[in-house]
């Protein structure tokens, strides 16, 4: 059975570090692409990172945010740090069986299995 569980996310002050993981069971983590999306309330859904064979960054998180894939533990991560208030989101990972980053950050039909989201907000 496929799963994505993402963990981590809290609430936080303007200026720290989180640090999001995406346990994933059902298929091997290393031959797949994983994508990171946030939601914020009112707003769509946007793609802020990925990693296939390097890591993507969108540019509102270049710089800050930090993804990669720990294989030893089966599970992607995203360290953000120096968070503002407009990170507060949730944030969800996904992963792709066929498709790479370069296709997954302008199209997430692609993804074949979702998490169920971790929430993450930033005080000002």
């Known amino acids: 059975q496929v799963q994505l569980v993402e963990s981590g996310g809290g609430l936080v002050q303007a200026g720290a570090s989180l640090r999001l993981s995406c346990a994933v069971s059902?298929?091997?983590?290393?031959?797949?692409?994983i994508g990171w999306f946030r939601q914020a309330p009112g707003k769509e859904r946007e793609a802020i990172s990925c990693?296939?064979?390097?890591?993507y960054y969108a540019d509102a998180v270049r710089g800050r945010f930090t993804t990669g894939k720990d294989i030893d533990r089966n599970a992607a991560y995203l360290q953000m740090s120096s968070l503002v208030p407009e990170d507060s989101a949730v944030y969800y990972c996904a992963a792709a069986s066929i498709y790479g980053c370069s296709r997954i950050i302008t199209d997430s039909s692609v993804l074949d299995w979702w998490g169920k989201g971790t929430e993450v907000t930033v005080s000002s």
């Open positions: 059902g298929f091997p983590l290393k031959q797949y692409a």
């Open positions: 990693i296939d064979f390097r890591p």
